[in-house]
């Protein structure tokens, strides 16, 4: 269970977006936790085949740094039967903020832009996380004007929701 502010203790494991056998890579959202605070989507750091859920869905106090899933490295290691079991490891994950976007459910060509006269002819558009795009903006505008700052819970050393 990765801690979601220095401060937290303990969570609910909300839901599973991965399950046994599924290969995951860095980056990929695999569950969803709760806190008194905030829902928030868990990342993997590391890429490799679930090999075990270890923590049911809805699971309320799940301490933090608890083991909630179990990953191998490679599928190989599965498919090949061998009388000793392959080495795993527990799942390294960092929290990633605020619910799925809907759009992931929706195929891609139902997601094209809407129509927008103010957009220049030729805009193109990239697929990326809230998170990500409020770190770049704020880091533009910082890069920008020495004048703009960054102050709040959880920035710097503990690499709060924005690292």
Request: aromatic share 4%.
């Amino acid at each position: 269970m990765p801690a979601l502010s220095p401060t937290m203790e303990e969570g609910t494991l909300a839901k599973w977006l991965v399950k046994a056998g599924d290969t995951v890579r860095s980056g990929d959202i695999i569950a969803e936790i709760e806190t008194d605070k905030a829902t928030m989507e868990v990342e993997a750091v590391d890429e490799g085949v679930i090999d075990a859920l270890l923590v049911d869905e809805g699971t309320e106090g799940v301490k933090v740094n608890a083991p909630i899933a179990r990953m191998r490295e490679d599928k190989e290691a599965a498919a090949t039967e061998s009388p000793t079991p392959p080495p795993t490891r527990q799942v390294a994950v960092q929290p990633a903020p605020g619910p799925p976007e809907a759009s992931a459910t929706v195929p891609p060509a139902a997601r094209a832009p809407p129509a927008d006269p103010d957009l220049p002819v030729g805009t193109t558009f990239t697929r990326t996380t809230v998170r990500d795009a409020l770190r770049n903006a704020m880091a533009e505008e910082m890069r920008r004007d020495e004048r703009v700052f960054l102050m709040g819970e959880e920035v710097a050393q503990y690499q709060g929701a924005y690292k």
